[in-house]
């Protein structure tokens, strides 16, 4: 099992592992997490075909697991695990963070109160908002 | 510290929303409940606003219109650099500085008032063009800070505090100019704050450069 922290989410993986710099993880549970689906001649992410990490598959394929952190750095995303390789993260590249803050639409989030409840910025949507960072630091 | 405004502009379809970086577990919460807010404060603990919005400290702040489109992004909320000129035993201000550091709280609500009041015929909200001039992209390296900032968190909340915290510090190499990261990993005074030597060291080193990045603000002293 292994712990992935994606898109501010922590994801518990029971089909995975890490070990060194690879993440292997089912097909299925890629998609559900990353939204890496696998096709004949690489993968895909939200429409969008992805190169193979390699010329040769073995380095990351094994069966049904794919190295999720080969597909994700492939990507110029960051992927980086502690050194028991049981919790992974794999972030956003600074690309793809620019292009949304070039298109001028505000990204939105989802971050809880004081008491837990959800709240996301697109909750606002129809008021002028003001979003302000603070800290009690 | 919004809530006037909040309470002034909230009837004209406007509202506050402060997100507070906090990575401790209840760090916000004796901050919170003693200014009793009336608007939405959410908590932060993995900065994961600083990361979609490129903020690199508080308060920075970005106007949002009612369709969801940014016309101010990022920028330092009406800050000025006073602290860095008063007593560091006493809090106390020249008063010069402090007439400029009241004056730059004053054009920037004073600015948001405008907007409020006349949406995107203000001149405080940028136009498309004008709104993408101001904006600061994460480089390749902030990108990999937030990573690593946010596996070093998480970390630290299991308990291991050692590599989270080394983690945290890599963020902080990889991405200098964010104080946000390096006063959530640096060590607290008794009020609470990031405020030990080290701050005061990290400060100093800015020499003429600016802690709160300057405004482009009609009347904002510079």
């Known amino acids: ?137 | 510290m919004w809530q006037e405004l909040h309470r002034e502009l909230k009837a004209r379809n406007f509202s506050v929303l402060a997100v507070a970086f906090d990575s401790r577990e209840g760090a916000a919460r004796p901050w919170v409940e003693k200014a009793e807010p009336e608007y939405t404060v959410l908590v932060d603990r993995f900065h994961h606003v600083a990361e979609l919005y490129n903020m690199v400290n508080v308060n920075q702040a970005v106007w949002i219109d009612e369709k969801g489109v940014i016309v101010r992004p990022t920028e330092s909320a009406g800050a000025y650099e006073g602290f860095r000129q008063a007593n560091r035993k006493t809090a106390q201000m020249p008063e010069d500085v402090a007439k400029k550091t009241g004056d730059a709280k004053t054009t920037y609500h004073d600015a948001l008032r405008d907007w409020v009041a006349k949406g995107s015929a203000s001149e405080y909200a940028f136009d498309g063009e004008a709104a993408r001039a101001h904006l600061s992209l994460p480089t390749p390296n902030v990108a990999e800070a937030h990573a690593s900032f946010f596996l070093g968190q998480y970390l630290i909340g299991i308990g291991q505090a050692g590599e989270g915290g080394s983690l945290v510090e890599a963020a902080s190499r990889l991405h200098p100019e964010s104080w946000a990261i390096w006063r959530q990993g640096a060590g607290l005074d008794q009020r609470g704050l990031a405020a030990k030597a080290d701050f005061w060291e990290r400060v100093d080193a800015l020499g003429d450069k600016k802690y709160y990045a300057a405004v482009d603000m009609k009347g904002m002293p510079q």
């Open chain 1, 1 to 137: 099992m292994v712990t992935v922290l994606i898109d501010n989410k922590i994801l518990e993986v029971e089909q995975g592992s890490g070990a060194g710099d690879q993440l292997w993880i089912s097909t299925s549970e890629a998609e559900r997490i990353a939204g890496i689906s696998r096709r004949p001649d690489g993968f895909s992410k939200d429409g969008a075909i992805l190169p193979a990490p390699s010329t040769n598959s073995e380095d990351f394929l094994r069966g049904d697991e794919i190295d999720l952190a080969a597909v994700w750095r492939k990507m110029n995303k960051p992927a980086l695990s502690d050194a028991s390789g049981e919790v992974w993260v794999l972030g956003a590249s600074a690309g793809e963070r620019a292009a949304v803050l070039q298109s001028l639409q505000a990204p939105d989030f989802t971050l809880p109160d004081l008491d837990g409840r959800p709240h996301s910025l697109s909750d606002f949507r129809g008021k002028k908002v003001f979003l302000v960072s603070w800290a009690s630091w």
